[in-house]
């Protein structure tokens, strides 16, 4: 059903660009209709990166303000899903720092300095099988999952790049995505 853009929709939710200046044409106006559009892929993307849908959602929530509040600095250079995506990935990284809100309070500090060294260990431990892995797939399915999942390129791109339609993408990481999880799975862990 297709209904009408309201005139609120279309307008800029936020402009926070000096009043000294004049809003630059290159600067992208973030509407409604614009987050609506992006909204998806940054999830997507978020959900990839973390393991908690309600994270992955406070992420993009936050990815969203920081690209509001520096709408101003966006210099074209790269698209805007491209720009957005580097902000996520910074919030994302803000989180694991812990520089983020935390989903549950931890009873002691020393208790969070021995989680986090655990956590670079293990991290450390799965890129260390991931790079291991990834030549043992096909140059398709290495190609497919590299541009879409680490640089978040649209399937469509990928497809079209390869030479092969935007459903054989999906079957490409589909198979690429199982094979690194075994890779990387500990075998007494897999079913």
Do not use: K
């Not at 908690?52 to 600095?73: K, P």
């Not at 991931?130 to 398709?140: G, I």
């Amino acid at each position: 059903m297709n209904r009408p853009v309201s005139a609120q929709a279309r307008q800029p939710l936020h402009h926070p660009s000096p009043p000294e200046t004049a809003r630059s044409p290159d600067v992208p106006v973030i509407t409604d209709a614009v987050i609506t559009r992006l909204q998806p892929a940054l999830l997507r993307a978020a959900m990839r990166m973390v393991q908690h849908r309600e994270t992955a959602e406070d992420v993009v929530q936050e990815t969203w303000i920081s690209a509001l509040h520096s709408v101003h600095a966006y210099e074209g250079r790269a698209s805007l899903t491209t720009w957005l995506i580097a902000i996520l990935r910074r919030r994302v990284f803000d989180l694991r720092r812990g520089a983020g809100p935390r989903t549950q309070p931890l009873e002691d500090e020393e208790h969070a300095v021995d989680l986090r060294l655990t956590e670079r260990v293990d991290a450390r431990a799965r890129v260390a099988q991931v790079s291991r892995a990834l030549p043992s797939l096909s140059e398709r399915e290495r190609t497919a999952l590299v541009l879409c999942d680490l640089r978040y390129v649209p399937r469509s791109e990928v497809a079209a790049q390869l030479r092969v339609s935007p459903e054989y993408v999906r079957v490409l990481l589909h198979r690429a995505r199982g094979r690194m999880r075994e890779a990387v799975t500990p075998r007494e862990t897999r079913s």
